[in-house]
C-alpha cells in the first residue's frame, strides 16, 4: 500500500525513483542552486535531473556541468546528489559528486558540449535508426555531452532509457556513438548509469 506521499507524488520512500528529465522541477532547481552556490573553485549548471528519493526531505541525484574557476576553465560533466532536508538549506550529499567526463584538448581527448534537445544531424537520424534495433529497451536522447576525435569522432549521449517491463522502469544511460571517416556511425557503447 503507498502512502499519501507516494500516491501525490509517484515517489517511493526509501528507494530513487529513476526517470530521467531535461525539465527540472522548481523545487529540485532550487535545492541544486542552494547547494551549489557556495563553493568555491567551480561553478555548477544542473543539466539532468536522474531521479528523486523521499527520506527525511528529498534527495535528488543530477547529472551537472562543472567548470572551474582557473585561469583556464575546465568543464567536466559530473554526477551528484543533492539532499534537501524538511527545513533548513539544501547540501551536497558528502562523497557523492563524481566526474563522469573532463574536458581536454588534442587527438583522442573528449570535448564537452552539454547541449540539451540539440545534436548534430546525423548523430540525431543515427540514433533514431540505431535505437529501432534494440530489443526491449527503448532509448530517448537527453542531452549531446561530448564529442571525440579519433580516427573519424566519437559522439557521447545521454539517454533516458525505457525498460519495457511490467511495470516499466527508467534509467540513464551513456551511449556512444562512432562514426566512422566515411560518417557510418555505429554503437560503440551503452553504459547504464543508473
Not at 544542473?46 to 572551474?68: D, H, M, R
Not at 588534442?106 to 540525431?124: E, F, H, N
Request: glycine fraction near 8%.
Amino acid at each position: 500500500m503507498k502512502t499519501q506521499v507516494e500516491s501525490e507524488t509517484n515517489l517511493k520512500a526509501g528507494g530513487y525513483e529513476i526517470n530521467p528529465t531535461t525539465k527540472i522541477p522548481r523545487d529540485a532547481l532550487v535545492a541544486f542552486r542552494e547547494a551549489t552556490s557556495e563553493i568555491y573553485g567551480a561553478g555548477y549548471k544542473a543539466l539532468i535531473l536522474v531521479g528523486s528519493q523521499v527520506v527525511q526531505g528529498v534527495n535528488y541525484k543530477f547529472i551537472a556541468q562543472s567548470t572551474s574557476t582557473t585561469r583556464t576553465p575546465i568543464k567536466t560533466l559530473v554526477e551528484m546528489e543533492i539532499y534537501k532536508p524538511l527545513t533548513g538549506r539544501s547540501i551536497i550529499k558528502r562523497g557523492s559528486i563524481k566526474d563522469l567526463v573532463s574536458d581536454a584538448t588534442g587527438l583522442g581527448a573528449w570535448r564537452i558540449v552539454a547541449a540539451i534537445d540539440s545534436y548534430p544531424q546525423k548523430v540525431d537520424s543515427a540514433l533514431n535508426d540505431l535505437f529501432s534495433s534494440i530489443d526491449g529497451v527503448g532509448y530517448s536522447p537527453l542531452m549531446y555531452a561530448a564529442q571525440q576525435q579519433v580516427s573519424g569522432v566519437n559522439h557521447m549521449v545521454y539517454c533516458k532509457q525505457t525498460k519495457l517491463t511490467n511495470p516499466v522502469s527508467y534509467g540513464l544511460a551513456s551511449v556512444i556513438l562512432y562514426e566512422n571517416l566515411e560518417g557510418k556511425i555505429i554503437i560503440q557503447s551503452v553504459t547504464t548509469i543508473e
